[in-house]
């Protein structure tokens, strides 16, 4: 959620007694929270060994981790870039052998369908989680106040899909040719 615009400002008051200051003010707020299931568009942001981070312009915290990427899909590191592999066949013998990454990255690299940064993708949402870190008081280490270097989360964040058809980067339907009348047949 974030303050989309300020309308009105007042001035400025102290209470009495404890020093509060506060100040009454209007405003518009915007609330963004997809539900489970939806359909939305973002742009790709960074991909990683992780997965996929996404981007809608005011939200940035949308991910798409690997087990919600198309089968079989790796992660190339020369391009640091995830790509779809569509035409991959199993051996003789092994119907349900699922590839590994080493076995794609060995493909030829114009069969693969990389999913590239600055890329728009349509996504499903499969879950959302709120954290409420608060941040506590500072812990004394041998005597020293220490600062932890520890990775922080977002408060708020997003998991997507794009491992059903009609989901993944947005040029998919302008590859099937169009009839010259511009109507479908039936």
């Given at each position: 959620?974030?303050?989309?615009?300020?309308?009105?400002?007042?001035?400025?008051?102290?209470?009495?007694?404890d020093g509060c200051l506060w100040h009454k003010v209007v405003f518009r707020l915007v609330v963004f929270r997809p539900f489970t299931g939806e359909v939305i568009l973002a742009?790709?942001?960074?991909?990683?060994?992780?997965?996929?981070r996404l981007s809608i312009g005011f939200f940035d915290d949308i991910y798409i981790p690997l087990n919600?990427?198309?089968?079989?899909?790796?992660?190339?590191?020369?391009?640091?870039?995830?790509?779809?592999?569509?035409s991959y066949e199993a051996p003789a013998g092994d119907p349900?052998?699922?590839?590994?990454?080493?076995?794609?990255?060995d493909t030829p690299?114009?069969?693969?369908?990389?999913i590239d940064s600055g890329e728009i993708v349509r996504v499903r949402i499969e879950t959302d989680e709120f954290y409420d870190d608060e941040p506590g008081p500072p812990k004394a280490a041998e005597g020293i106040m220490a600062a932890k270097a520890e990775r922080r989360r977002p408060p708020y964040s997003i998991?997507?899909?794009?491992?059903?058809?009609?989901?993944?980067?947005?040029?998919?339907?302008?590859?099937?040719?169009?009839d010259e009348d511009g109507m479908d047949e039936g």
């Amino acid at each position: 959620m974030f303050v989309l615009s300020v309308i009105k400002a007042g001035e400025g008051k102290v209470r009495y007694g404890d020093g509060c200051l506060w100040h009454k003010v209007v405003f518009r707020l915007v609330v963004f929270r997809p539900f489970t299931g939806e359909v939305i568009l973002a742009k790709v942001k960074s991909s990683d060994e992780e997965g996929i981070r996404l981007s809608i312009g005011f939200f940035d915290d949308i991910y798409i981790p690997l087990n919600y990427l198309p089968t079989p899909s790796a992660f190339d590191p020369s391009e640091r870039a995830h790509f779809w592999f569509p035409s991959y066949e199993a051996p003789a013998g092994d119907p349900e052998h699922v590839p590994t990454q080493h076995e794609l990255l060995d493909t030829p690299t114009a069969e693969r369908m990389y999913i590239d940064s600055g890329e728009i993708v349509r996504v499903r949402i499969e879950t959302d989680e709120f954290y409420d870190d608060e941040p506590g008081p500072p812990k004394a280490a041998e005597g020293i106040m220490a600062a932890k270097a520890e990775r922080r989360r977002p408060p708020y964040s997003i998991n997507c899909s794009i491992a059903e058809q009609g989901l993944g980067p947005l040029p998919w339907w302008k590859t099937q040719p169009e009839d010259e009348d511009g109507m479908d047949e039936g």
